[in-house]
């Protein structure tokens, strides 16, 4: 799986189908959760959500981990114009998230935005169980994702469009999943509570905020579920 082909079109394809609604959906949470000390952002992309951490995050040491070397490359670019006095807390990882190998238990913030639902179910379950390996006892998770609303036209529309858009990713980048799995149980099993959920574009998208502790999922508050503008 690999995006270097549409890496250069990416912007334009995502503000066509979607405006500005994805990049809102991956900054929703942003303000909302403790200043990370060192951040794992997976499948970054062009580098959009990553200047807005180091924005809103200045102290925020990040390690951006990629399978597509054309999107590293615009995602440096993008830091080195936009910040760069933070350019060098950032470090840049050009791997596949399947093989690369985590540290030890180091990352207060693991970011996963778009990029989960690339995965079946197995090399999913393998993948959050990595994360949540290289993540601290008291770590963040930031996820954004499309969703399917619960009925109505919503529902049938974020159908046709999920089918759509996973026949477009199969055929340019090489995805081999079909459908949405929902992470959640995969998150909740290693100890990671939802904390707050934000919805957009008639709950098609989502922004959550995962929080775990020592006390896994049970010592965690209850979810504050809310939208945003659309």
């Not at 500005?20 to 997976?42: F, T």
């Not at 999107?71 to 093989?99: G, Y």
């Amino acid at each position: 799986m690999s995006f270097d082909a549409i890496a250069p079109w990416y912007r334009s394809l995502e503000r066509i189908a979607f405006g500005d609604q994805l990049q809102r959906c991956r900054v929703a949470c942003l303000g909302e959760i403790r200043a990370p000390r060192r951040a794992l952002i997976v499948g970054e992309g062009n580098g959009r959500f990553l200047c807005e951490l180091l924005r809103v995050h200045p102290t925020a040491e990040v390690d951006c981990l990629d399978a597509s070397e054309g999107m590293l490359r615009l995602a440096r670019k993008r830091v080195e114009q936009t910040s760069p006095d933070r350019a060098a807390r950032v470090r840049f990882i050009h791997d596949d998230i399947t093989s690369w190998t985590p540290p030890s238990p180091r990352y207060d913030l693991i970011v996963t935005h778009f990029v989960l639902d690339c995965f079946r179910e197995p090399e999913l379950a393998l993948i959050t169980k990595k994360l949540a390996t290289a993540a601290t006892e008291d770590a963040t998770w930031l996820l954004a994702d499309f969703c399917i609303p619960v009925g109505g036209f919503a529902r049938a529309r974020a159908r046709v469009w999920l089918t759509l858009m996973y026949g477009f990713f199969r055929a340019t980048a090489g995805i081999e999943a079909t459908g949405l799995i929902d992470p959640a149980p995969f998150l909740q099993a290693h100890g990671f509570a939802l904390t707050t959920q934000h919805q957009f574009k008639g709950a098609m998208l989502k922004s959550e905020s995962w929080r775990r502790n020592s006390l896994g999922s049970a010592g965690c508050q209850p979810a504050h579920l809310g939208s945003l503008p659309r």
